[in-house]
């Protein structure tokens, strides 16, 4: 049995090459298309999200996972090693957390397992993972960790930019109005995560590959300051084209020993639409 294994909700956004590399046993979030319910990552795709939201005008639901889910998921941890972390969405955007707490006291593992709400979502959290995942592999002791990424969570930087203004005015997230004229005059909006929660930043203006080139670029301060060991650059549907243009742009500004591109899971992509596209990283 090993020591240490490591949880974390769907939301994490990790490659699959990533969570077999660190051994993250990952749950999923549940996604509602009107009556029907379905697991992030494992029935349904963004695709099939986007087809249906475009034919129905509207956005999916998502919930967090059950208490019944959580024990399952937990006991599997406990399982496979003497102490379990488990890393969950904001506590402030999903009742994840509270599930999988209620989940441990129902299981009387408190001495076992450590929660944390990772104040921040997609690969925001996946910084947060591998960097667990490493200290795990160095054999630092479950206290440490959790102690360290405490630490580490003020500084991580997660920010994305969004195509179209639709899905986050079906989520509740903007206004009709500014939607309406957001995309009618072609405004893309940067989102920043602080806090655990969401705020807008700078507005673009034009075409969407262009706005993204630009959104990079304002980062050179931020990737000049971050740590080099990884940077991510999620998206929610972008051409290889651009994703190979971002990722050189990243490269030229800073050298990295990771720069890792991965795909926004369902959860993620029902409430920011296809063509979101996020640099994180960790500031040192």
């Known amino acids: 049995m090993k020591k240490i294994a490591i949880l974390s909700d769907s939301t994490c956004d990790l490659s699959e090459e990533l969570v077999n590399k660190y051994e993250v046993i990952k749950f999923p979030l549940h996604i509602h298309l009107h009556d029907k319910e379905y697991s992030d990552g494992v029935d349904i795709s963004p695709e099939e999200i986007y087809r249906w939201s475009e ?3 509207d956005t999916p639901k998502t919930s967090a996972i059950s208490l019944e889910a959580a024990m399952t998921y937990l006991q599997r941890g406990l399982q496979s090693a003497q102490k379990v972390i488990c890393f969950c969405i904001s506590e402030s955007m999903s009742s994840c957390f509270s599930v999988m707490n209620m989940a441990v006291q129902e299981m009387e593992a408190e001495d076992r397992v450590f929660i944390i709400d990772s104040a921040n979502l997609s690969t925001g959290i996946g910084l947060m993972i591998v960097e667990a995942g490493e200290m795990i592999k160095e054999g630092i002791p479950v206290e440490e960790i959790v102690k360290r990424i405490d630490e580490m969570k003020p500084k991580v930087r997660s920010s994305f930019v969004v195509d179209t203004l639709t899905y986050l005015h079906r989520g509740g997230r903007c206004s009709g109005a500014a939607a309406l004229a957001g995309n009618a ?6 989102i920043h995560v602080q806090g655990g929660k969401m705020y807008p930043g700078k507005k673009y203006r034009g075409k969407m590959e262009k706005v993204i080139l630009n959104y990079v670029d304002d980062l050179k301060e931020g990737l000049h300051k971050a740590k080099k060991d990884h940077v991510f650059i999620t998206h929610s549907g ?20 990771n720069v890792y591109i991965t795909r926004a899971g369902g959860v993620v992509s029902s409430h ?11 500031e040192e």
Do not use: A, D, R
């Open 55 to 57: 034919c129905t005008n």
């Open 238 to 257: 972008c051409s290889q084209e651009l994703l190979c243009q971002v990722q050189k742009l990243v490269e030229e500004k800073e050298t990295f020993k």
């Open 185 to 190: 005059l072609k405004i893309h909006p940067s």
């Open 272 to 282: 920011c639409g296809p063509g979101t596209l996020g640099v994180l990283f960790v």
